[in-house]
T-cell receptor, first 111, second 112 residues
Framework: TQLLEQSPQFLSIQEGENLTVYCNSS?????LQWYRQEPGEGPVLLVT?????EVKKLKRLTFQFGDARKDSSLHITAAQPGDTGLYLC???????????FGTGTRLKVLA | EAGVTQSPTHLIKTRGQQATLRCSPI?????VYWYQQALGLGLQFLLW???????NRGNFPPRFSGRQFPNYSSELNVNALELEDSALYLC???????????FGQGTRLTVV
């Protein structure tokens, strides 16, 4: 059972457009991470959110943790071709001791 | 400071053989996670080791096994390889359980 659902699964946009990726669960997470993975490489950690309602910004990327700590979003402003990659959310639910990953969103930004 | 290192980077085996993959965590990290990522797909949780013990495993058959050594490095063993075991195997480490994990570059296993 996949506990973390991401949407959309695939996204192809033009350079300069804005986009939002969602990560949803019915479970509560003590913290949640976002990663970006490029082909053939391991995921690279972008951010960790811990507090319900928390908003973190990383240049053009804005991350938000839901108030109930069951969901998160990643918003990219003025996307660039360098943003292309697989975006993954991940976290540990209370009591499971499994660090699980979301289904992933594959983003392609066209120049 | 060195990141998570995995070896080998590429491994080619024939069906029925055994594969051993190795992972060295970031210095000071005691938790090691293993994931399988088939081509174009997401990460599937395989195993989690913490302080030398297996803490949890994903929905994989028993021919997937591993261990963590006293220096916190880890091995993943896959016995009786099948064609569908071909994938990128990723190792990650974290300082403590339930904290953010950092990944290695992965081992690309190809079963022919």
């Amino acid at each position: 059972t996949q506990l973390l659902e991401q949407s959309p699964q695939f996204l192809s946009i033009q350079e300069g457009e804005n986009l939002t990726v969602y990560c949803n669960s019915s479970s509560v997470f003590s913290s949640l991470q976002w990663y970006r993975q490029e082909p053939g490489e391991g995921p690279v950690l972008l951010v960790t959110v811990v507090t319900g309602g928390e908003v973190k910004k990383l240049k053009r990327l804005t991350f938000q943790f839901g108030d109930a700590r069951k969901d998160s979003s990643l918003h990219i402003t003025a996307a660039q071709p360098g943003d292309t990659g697989l975006y993954l959310c991940a976290g540990v639910t209370s009591g499971t001791y499994k660090y699980i990953f979301g289904t992933g969103t594959r983003l392609k930004v066209l120049a | 400071e060195a990141g998570v290192t995995q070896s080998p980077t590429h491994l080619i085996k024939t069906r029925g053989q055994q594969a051993t993959l190795r992972c060295s965590p970031i210095s000071g990290h005691t938790s090691v996670y293993w994931y399988q990522q088939a081509l174009g797909l997401g990460l599937q949780f395989l195993l989690w080791y913490d302080e030398g013990e297996e803490r949890n495993r994903g929905n994989f058959p028993p021919r997937f096994s591993g261990r963590q050594f006293p220096n916190y490095s880890s091995e993943l063993n896959v016995n009786a390889l099948e064609l569908e075991d071909s994938a990128l195997y990723l190792c990650a480490s974290s300082f403590q359980r339930n904290t953010e994990a950092f990944f290695g570059q992965g081992t690309r296993l190809t079963v022919v």
